[in-house]
């Protein structure tokens, strides 16, 4: 009786790793509405265009991703925001331009995580479900060369920076730091209020640090942006993060939500670490976030 419910047991496991295996592909597109712009900012136009994307970690070889991340450029973004994590292995940066490609010829700006800087490392799911936080390999990844290919196609580099740009009819400030997961970030750098002439205020962030998201709300930013807990990746049904791998709490793993008086969104992701290729009741998404004049 005790090796059939061991059988049993891992004939089960197998079943929800397979199960959580095939979810890596089920691409979800989220949408939401937010009526953020001073009135007569889109002179007549119905909305502005914002796509978030985040957490590729690209592996060489995931043609699906690929062409589901390029397909995106049908929805006609007016910007782009990557909020990071956009490598999962050294060979990865040509797979990553081939995916993002149409999306570079439109405005974009990003920021980078940890996993851009550094290769992932095999993780021990235990320590993951206890929140603990995993040291990076340090192995380094060419995000160099990631990033100048960014820029070359136009998109600004949010990392530790302020840019005020237009796009269109809007009238954007932007501000970014460097990934709070791991203390990479410096406030006091981007500090200050955005532009007053802005219509737009975005605040970019790999991991939504509740410290960092504390400051950035301050100042007076609209909106935030950031990705890295994956939605919490492995959940409970109904999308209930049972981890967030960071200081936000399970409900605001993913989707949008208030923190304070600014807007808040987390990307479930459109990848997982190459050690831990599985997703439950948490499928990858990327999101389009339709800006319009207030009421």
Known sequence: ?????????????????????????KFELKEYTLPLLPKGTLRGEEEFRLLHISDLHMIPGQQ???????????????????????????????????????????????????????????????????????????????????????????????????????????????????DPHHGLDDYSEIAGPPHEDADLSLALLHAPEPRVLEKFAADGYQLSL??????????????????????IDRPRAQGLHDFGPMKMHVSNGLGTSKFAPVRLFCRPSATLLRITEVD
């Open 1 to 25: 009786m005790k090796l059939q419910w061991i059988l049993g047991g891992v004939a089960a496991g197998l079943g929800i790793a397979a199960w959580g295996f095939s979810e890596l592909k």
């Open 64 to 178: 699906t991703k690929i062409d589901w991340v390029s397909a995106l450029d049908t929805l006609k973004p007016d910007l782009v925001v990557n909020t990071g994590d956009n490598l999962s292995d050294k060979q990865a940066v040509p797979d990553t331009l081939r995916a993002l490609g149409p999306l570079l010829a439109r405005p974009g700006v990003f920021v980078f995580g940890t996993n851009d800087y550094w290769a992932p490392r095999p993780v021990n799911p235990f320590k993951y479900l206890l929140g603990k936080k995993r040291e990076p390999s340090y192995v380094d990844l060419p995000w160099r060369d990631m990033r100048a290919a960014f820029m070359e196609h136009g998109w600004y580099d949010g990392t530790q920076a302020r840019h005020e740009f237009k796009v269109g009819t809007v009238r954007l400030a932007v501000a970014g730091v460097d």
């Open 226 to 247: 950031s990705g890295h807990t994956h939605g919490g990746q492995i959940c409970l049904p109904g999308s209930r993060a049972i981890v967030t791998n960071c200081g």
